[in-house]
């Protein structure tokens, strides 16, 4: 697996509920690893700089939609090239279990969230029109964060795995990438927050990725959100 496919991997749309009473104080996010932001979010938009070596650069937008339940319904992405690719959400229970599906409407690709029991989601599979998909288990420390997600093809092979890492207030530190890339390299990505808001959301990071047992950054993202609540 080359170093640019398993950076696609990382890049996932969110599209998941954080749901308490009909006023939840946070509200969930799918985009590897989990992350909980704190209080009803009514709209989350996330621009940033997509540094692929210099001078090759793709901005980048995301623009999520939720209910006042905490539920997303509507994603609206842009990756530079003029146009806008529309998802939608939709979730149902099982016994009690919730699913949540993500329908990506320009390439009519599909998402299918799985939880358990206790509210965590455990599986993923994330399907291509013609059938092609990768399917992602997760696994959680004992705070509660994903420590760990391994993703499979549809031979059931494991393609890749990334580790997890987080400061002491919960942000994401680090995400370790044990794969080997096309040079025999295993790397990382470093965060590094700039801003909060006053709902103690980061407005600001920047993502800096290295290979393994060196110093030299191969490329550098600087993110930032602007966040409206209910």
Partial sequence: MTLNKIILIAIVLPCL??????????TLLLNDPLEILNDNVKQLIETGLYTRGTPF????????????KGNEVEIHSGWG?????KSKCSFKYNNGIKEVALLRINNASKAIYKYDKTGNIIESSDCSQSGICKRKLYHYDISGQVSQVEIYNNSNTLLSKILY???????????????LDKEGNGFKIIYRY??????????MKIRDMK??????????????RKITYY
């Fill in 17 to 26: 509920s954080f749901q308490k009473g009909n006023r939840p104080k946070s």
């Fill in 57 to 68: 650069m793709i901005r980048f937008s995301d623009t999520t939609s939720f209910d006042k």
């Fill in 81 to 85: 090239d003029g146009k806008l690719y």
């Fill in 165 to 179: 890492k987080y400061n002491d207030n919960g942000f994401l530190l680090e995400e370790d990438y044990p794969y």
């Fill in 194 to 203: 700039k801003l909060f808001d006053e709902k103690n959301n980061w407005m």
């Fill in 211 to 224: 290979r393994f047992n060196d110093t030299l950054t191969l490329q550098t993202d600087t993110i930032t």
